[in-house]
């Protein structure tokens, strides 16, 4: 999904952004000829994503720069710990340098915390009265659509490397009936058992159909027209519990709507298979990553 030509693309299109006539505070103090070396290191402690994005950022500045991580996508560091190095002409490096912190900052935060995430609902399933999901192992964190526009797949490769998994990547990848979906066919006298076995015959028949409901006198209008993946959206922790007992793995079950850490574990123990969290990619806050000066 995050391809080198991806990362070029939008590297370059960035750094086009932050210096389109090149950048006069480093061409007024920095010597052309001048280089050395500066070091990636963390204020705080996270889990990294987009190492190689940093490292295109300063090789699509000028391809004489090197960088030499010690770290790899998906691995946790500590304050202070320093996660690569910088070297080559000064003048380059530091014209990059917001480009490349911005775009890592961001891919580590979503990572972080997708981990955090992904920790609580591995506790939520472990706890003495949880259901085991039926669908999977255990309960899985994924994204959602909510993301930065022509970012979404460096924001949705950070929740993979914070341990979450990719809801679908866009309109075009699965069948989502909401509610003003399943309003306008009922405007057409379809019931939602109706509505999803005429979405069914309009689609290829490998499409995923996802239904969402809001109450839980619509589930078994959704198990009856046969929908793949029914989300319990804004439910209680009660009804939820009721949503899992009567789909009963007919049907993925995913929870969404308003999730916070201090909701997953209680979620996860319900026994959903999914739990999507829009927050992961529009309420993340960035981890403090900076360049130091060697």
Known sequence: MLTEHLIHTVVEAALAEDAPYGDITCAATIPADETGEVSLVAREPGVISGIDVFKAVFTTQNLIIEVNPSI??????????????????IRDILTAERVALNLTQRMSGI????????????RGNSLPDATHPRGFERTRIVDTRKTTPLLRAFEKYAVTCGGGHNHRFGLSDAVMLKD???????ARGLDLADAIRHVREQVGHTTHIEVEVDRLDQIPGALDGGADTIMLDNFTLGDTRQGVELIDGRALVEASGNMTLDRVAAVAATGVDIISVGALTHSVRSIDLGLDYD
Do not use: W
């Open 72 to 89: 790899h996508d998906g691995q946790r560091f500590s304050a202070r710990q320093t996660l690569a190095t910088v070297g080559g002409p």
């Open 111 to 122: 990572a972080t915390m997708t981990a955090d995430f992904v920790r609580e609902a591995a």
């Open 180 to 186: 003003n979906h399943l309003a306008a066919l009922a």
